[in-house]
């Protein structure tokens, strides 16, 4: 029986305290309740000293320069409106490469844009690397070309051609976009050059007829 009651009164005394030690919790200011961090060696030291915080970050360096691929090249004149009253007219065009060819040591292309295709050629001793240049080329570059408009030869006058008659001397040429695999069709053909495809489609019926 006295062991009993004395267990009660233990007990009793602890939930008494316990009871009293969160009422004061509950009854404390907030700011009271938050635990400051430990200070650092450095800051328990005497007021006088400070720390000097350095910037280790590495500064950006200036965005590089936009390469002659990036910039912009504006035309002044289409291919295919070029005419006889435009001789004498320095031109800048742009366009992709549909015919390219060497003959007697010059080299020409044919410079085709949404309008049509104009003949461009080169003066090796008077313009150096725009003729080297123009050797490099493969069909289907996107190419800038700026030169002289001149009348063709006249044995060398394509009647064919919308501009037949004239051609354009290049004195500085740059490539926009190169061609890095060979196409496996040409997207512009010569005059006489028959489509293949048209070709089997109208031979069809004949390969049809014969036998097996």
């Known amino acids: 029986m006295l062991f009993s009651f004395v267990m009660f009164l233990l007990w009793f ?50 965005p590089p320069n936009t390469t002659d691929a990036l910039q912009w090249v504006s035309r002044n004149q289409y291919c295919g409106e070029l005419t006889e009253n435009d001789v004498g007219k320095r031109v800048r065009l742009c366009g992709w490469v549909a015919l390219h060819r060497i003959h007697g040591g010059l080299t020409f292309v044919n410079l085709r844009d949404q309008t049509g295709i104009v003949q461009i050629t080169t003066l090796p001793d008077d313009f150096p690397d725009a003729h080297s240049t123009m050797n490099g080329l493969r069909l289907e570059y996107v190419v800038a070309i700026e030169g002289v408009v001149w009348p063709r030869p006249a044995e060398s006058v394509n009647k064919k051609m919308k501009t037949g008659t004239i051609e354009v001397a290049a004195e500085d040429i740059r490539v926009l976009n190169a061609v890095r695999m060979k196409f496996p069709f040409l997207i512009t053909a010569a005059d006489d050059a028959k489509d293949s495809a048209k070709e089997e489609i109208r031979l069809r019926p004949h390969d049809l007829l014969q036998d097996p």
């Open 13 to 62: 005394v602890v939930v008494s305290v316990l009871c009293t030690a969160y009422e004061k919790l509950l009854a404390a200011p907030l700011h009271s309740l938050i635990i400051n961090p430990p200070r650092s060696p450095l800051s328990s030291s005497s007021s006088s000293t400070s720390v000097v915080v350095t910037d280790n970050r590495i500064p950006l360096s200036p």
